[in-house]
């Protein structure tokens, strides 16, 4: 199915331990981008890509790293977890190619740091 | 910086009411105004999209409209049914680099 496909859907770090979360769409989407989303609160941008190549901070950068090899795949490294990096993770794709609008997210990555 | 406030925060209601969310926003300059639901543990579905030059847009028993001179966009959701129950997000994106932000998001519920 087309679609953004992000894994793991659940992790459980240790605190100082890295991982790399992995989010690919398959609708050749120009956009993509990676939000957390925090008890009683929106989604907040964490970084975001518009094409391959070309990566940019949002609102909460500090701790996460990305990369954008190729059009189709969006990793979000942590470099060290803290407690305060527990969240739901949404990864997100767009495109606006000949007055064609189109937004998807993911279904999300339950993160607890320890 | 952007900021998005949403009001109600939750929203209880009978099967068969219409009702209103409230979104506002700070920053007048957006690229547009978009309303997702947001079920229980799963991801984000765009409802409604408007362009920054529209006033409104329609999609079956939901209208959302928008002002940009007053900062705000408003949900309308006609004869709520049961399965209308989830969480529904206002964002509103900046510029052309798919930069959403985001409200904390209105509850609802809709009793049988």
């Known amino acids: 199915n087309a679609g953004v496909t992000q894994t793991p859907k659940f992790q459980v770090l240790k605190t100082g331990q890295s991982m790399t979360l992995q989010c690919a769409q398959d609708m050749n989407h120009e956009y993509m981008s990676w939000y957390r989303q925090d008890p009683g609160m929106g989604l907040r941008l964490i970084h975001y890509s518009v094409g391959a190549g070309i990566t940019d901070q949002g609102e909460v950068p500090n701790g996460y790293n990305v990369s954008r090899s190729t059009t189709e795949d969006f990793p979000l490294r942590l470099l060290s977890a803290a407690p305060s990096q527990t969240s739901v993770y949404f990864c997100a794709s767009s495109t606006r190619t000949g007055g064609h609008y189109g937004y998807t997210f993911g279904s999300g990555t339950r993160l607890t740091v320890v | 910086k952007q900021e998005v406030t949403q009001i109600p925060a939750a929203l209880s209601v009978p099967e068969g009411e219409n009702l209103v969310l409230n979104c506002s926003f700070t920053?007048?300059?957006?690229?547009?105004l978009q309303w997702f639901r947001q079920d229980p543990g799963k991801g984000l579905t765009s409802l409604l999209l408007i362009q920054s030059s529209q006033r409104e847009q329609t999609s079956g028993r939901l209208n959302a409209s928008l002002d940009k001179s007053s900062g705000r966009s408003t949900l309308y959701i006609a004869a709520s049914q049961p399965g209308d129950s989830a969480t529904y997000l206002c964002?509103?994106?900046?510029?052309?680099?798919?930069?959403?932000?985001f409200g904390s998001g209105t509850k609802l519920n809709v009793k049988p």
């Open positions: 964002a509103s994106e900046l510029g052309n680099f798919n930069k959403f932000y």
């Open positions: 920053d007048s300059a957006i690229y547009n």
